[in-house]
């Protein structure tokens, strides 16, 4: 429900006039909580703040000279005609073109007999399963490769031509000074703001305790020295393949001689009309397929030659147990907030009739 002083304003006297009417029917407690009714807040007064000063008129700027007017153009010639252009001749009327051959009826194809089905293909055995092969072993390392031998030096390029300097480019001419802006009026002067109230001071903070002193790292142990490894033996050297002979010149390929020109292929006579084909008799059904023969077992491999026992890895030393972590201090207590004052009860809103 609104609670504003305008409405306020304009019920009043609707509550005044329905009370009046049913004043003989109402109570006394009723008559006394409507005579207490809040008063009207006051109306907002003037501002603290003198209004604007009226803006000193701007000073008029100067009448400057009328341009002269631009010379009028000259009229453009009157352009010539352009030549009727001649009409084009009549297209001669051309004779007409012969049809086109009628296409020749062929003959019906006979109808063939239907094709036996056939025989069902036999199932092969199963293969049998392929041993494991075997892992080859590593390859040795390549041989060291030559080294390139140096390239000749690039013969220095000449000198480039020098570049001819250019003219120098004539001065700007001077450009007209530019005229001063007249000074702005000066602006009036602003009130002075209120000075705010000082605000009060925090309170001091608590002092944070000093933390522990951290004990010091046990020392790490020293580890053992790894042995060290046998040298490589030395390669020997790869030998120098020797030059390779010079490939003889290719022999001179002889020119052809020009072909002759072909004498002029007959006309081909027409084919007489092919007679009706005779009925194919029927294929005998064919022979099962006899049974494969089985294939032969392998050989058992040999048995591979076991592995040379690898070396046991020594063990790892270990780790040094980490320090333990201090506990953190405890927090302070919060001081203890101000109790807030408890706010006033408001009236008892009276009751709309």
């Keep these: 429900m609104k609670t504003s002083p305008r409405w306020r304003s304009a019920l009043a006297p609707t509550?005044?006039?329905?009370?009046?009417?049913?004043?003989?029917?109402?109570?006394?407690?009723?008559?006394y909580a409507q005579d207490r009714t809040p008063p009207h807040p006051p109306y907002p007064g003037m501002p603290a703040y003198p209004p604007h000063p009226s803006k000193p008129e701007?000073?008029?700027?100067?009448?400057?000279?009328?341009?002269?007017?631009?010379?009028?153009?000259?009229?453009?010639?009157?352009?010539?005609?352009?030549?009727?252009?001649?009409?084009?001749?009549?297209k001669p009327v051309y004779p007409m073109k012969p049809e086109h051959p009628v296409k020749p009826v062929y003959p019906e194809r006979p109808v063939y007999p239907a094709k036996p089905e056939r025989p069902v293909k036999p199932?092969?055995?199963?293969?049998?399963?392929?041993?494991?092969?075997?892992?080859?072993?590593?390859?040795?390392?390549?041989?060291?490769?030559?080294?390139?031998?140096?390239?000749?030096?690039?013969?220095?390029?000449?000198?480039?031509?020098?570049?001819?300097m250019l003219p120098e480019k004539p001065a700007y001419p001077a450009k007209p000074v530019k005229p001063m802006l007249p000074e702005k009026p000066a602006y009036p002067a602003k009130p002075m703001k209120p000075m705010l109230p000082e605000k009060p001071a925090y309170p001091a903070k608590p002092v944070k305790p000093m933390l522990p002193e951290k004990p010091a790292y046990p020392a790490k142990p020293v580890k053992p020295m790894l042995p060290e490894k046998p040298a490589y033996p030395a390669k020997p050297e790869k030998p120098m393949l020797p030059e390779k002979p010079a490939y003889p010149a290719k022999p001179v390929k002889?020119?052809?001689?020009?072909?002759?020109?072909?004498?002029?292929?007959?006309?081909?006579?027409?084919?007489?009309?092919?007679?009706?084909?005779?009925?194919?008799?029927m294929l005998p059904e064919k022979p099962a397929?006899?049974?494969?023969?089985?294939?032969?077992?392998?050989?058992?491999?040999?048995?591979?030659?076991?592995?040379?026992?690898?070396?046991?890895?020594?063990?790892?030393?270990?780790?040094?147990?980490?320090?333990?972590?201090?506990?953190?201090?405890?927090?302070?207590a919060y001081p203890v907030k101000p109790m807030m004052p408890e706010k006033p009860a408001y009236p008892v809103k009276p009751m709309m009739p």
Excluded: N
């Design 15 to 31: 509550a005044i006039a329905v009370a009046l009417a049913a004043a003989p029917l109402a109570t006394g407690g009723m008559a």
């Design 58 to 90: 701007h000073p008029q700027k100067a009448s400057y000279p009328e341009k002269p007017a631009f010379p009028a153009k000259p009229e453009h010639p009157v352009k010539p005609m352009y030549p009727v252009k001649p009409e084009h001749p009549v």
């Design 123 to 164: 199932m092969y055995p199963v293969k049998p399963e392929h041993p494991v092969k075997p892992m080859y072993p590593e390859k040795p390392a390549y041989p060291a490769k030559p080294v390139k031998p140096m390239l000749p030096e690039k013969p220095a390029y000449p000198a480039k031509p020098v570049k001819p």
């Design 254 to 281: 002889p020119m052809l001689p020009e072909k002759p020109a072909y004498p002029a292929k007959p006309e081909k006579p027409m084919l007489p009309e092919k007679p009706a084909y005779p009925v194919k008799p």
């Design 289 to 332: 397929y006899p049974a494969k023969p089985m294939k032969p077992m392998l050989p058992e491999r040999p048995a591979y030659p076991a592995k040379p026992v690898m070396p046991v890895k020594p063990m790892m030393p270990e780790k040094p147990a980490y320090p333990v972590k201090p506990m953190m201090p405890e927090k302070p």
